[in-house]
């Protein structure tokens, strides 16, 4: 895919907005414009996205982190909010405590920990690696659950937007509770490799921002979380590399629509955080998607 194709507003409605371009540089999103950021980012596990490497060196990814994670610190609100959907860990081509490594980078770029959520995704049945069979020599552990680790930019409390909650009393107990369980998505279903299910983003959109809020997924995939922004009267951008990806998530959300239109919609302001400033540079990887067949040996989503 050659620079040009890419960092350009390729799906645009009142309050939505797909870029078609790399999270890394694209200059389509203003500074201070987001409420909320809602991902799941490529877990390095071989997943064949297309033009991303999802099969790099472990310090190579990290620096990859780093890099996009500072940019999500860029465009948030000082009151904006980080809900990273991320592996506890993985022992494909080694060990690694990827959930603890991400968290630490997060808050090198900035970022605030406010807490984290344990998502219990219950595929243990998938596993295929079990090390020493049956014997103390090298067995696996591995525990089948992804984190959602929540971190902040300045302050924790909310003093931008427009002070709504749409959340019920027993939802907010329930989601305040920080062990969810919920199965993962199909990929057959959704058409994308790593696919996360609508109610990990709907829970974190509706338990972490207000109405109105501007919602973005710097690897949009499928377009799972525009489509839970959406739904909940949030503003929603997503950013994705793959042109491919785009096409699906328009067709998504364009059904989307037509499903939600007999439904009164809730209040439909223009999206605040596409910024005006001329196309920028794209560098060239990245894509999201909710979740994978990136695993610590089993199978996994994304969006």
């Known amino acids: 895919m050659s620079r040009a194709a890419a960092d350009r507003r390729f799906f645009e409605t009142d309050r939505l907005l797909v870029i078609h371009g790399d999270v890394r540089g694209t200059r389509l999103v203003a500074p201070q414009s987001v409420d909320l950021v809602v991902t799941s980012p490529p877990y390095n596990v071989d997943v064949d996205y297309g033009t991303h490497d999802d099969g790099q060196s472990y310090p190579s990814y990290l620096e990859f982190s780093r890099r996009w994670l500072s940019r999500c610190f860029e465009w948030l609100r000082d009151d904006g909010r980080l809900c990273l959907n991320i592996p506890l860990d993985k022992n494909k081509d080694g060990q ?6 991400l968290t630490g980078i997060a808050k090198e770029a900035g970022f605030r920990y406010h807490s ?7 595929n243990i049945s998938r596993r295929t690696a079990w090390g020493s069979w049956m014997s103390a020599s090298a067995p696996y552990v591995i525990a089948p659950v992804e984190l ?10 909310k003093r931008s937007g427009s002070g709504k909650s749409d959340i019920s009393r027993k939802d907010f107990m329930d989601w305040t509770n ?3 369980t919920f199965n993962g998505e199909s990929r057959k279903r959704t058409g994308h490799p790593a696919p996360f299910p609508l109610e990990l ?11 109105g809020d501007t919602v973005l997924d710097p690897f949009m995939g499928s377009g799972t979380t525009l489509v839970a922004a959406a739904e909940s009267g949030r503003r929603g951008i997503g950013i994705e590399i793959e042109k491919r990806y785009c096409e699906l998530a328009r067709a998504r959300l364009e059904r989307a629509r037509l499903e939600q239109s007999g439904r009164p919609a809730h209040d439909e302001a223009s999206c605040p955080s596409a910024s005006s400033s001329p196309a920028g540079r794209s560098t060239s990887t990245t894509t999201r998607s909710g979740a994978a ?3 610590r040996t089993r199978t996994s989503r994304k969006s």
């Open 96 to 101: 690694q405590s990827v959930g603890a490594d």
């Open 116 to 122: 984290t959520i344990v998502w219990n995704e219950g």
């Open 148 to 157: 959602i680790v929540v971190l902040y930019k300045s302050a924790w409390k």
């Open 178 to 180: 920080g062990l969810w």
């Open 201 to 211: 983003p709907r829970r974190c959109i509706r338990l972490f921002s207000f109405v």
């Open 293 to 295: 067949s990136r695993s």
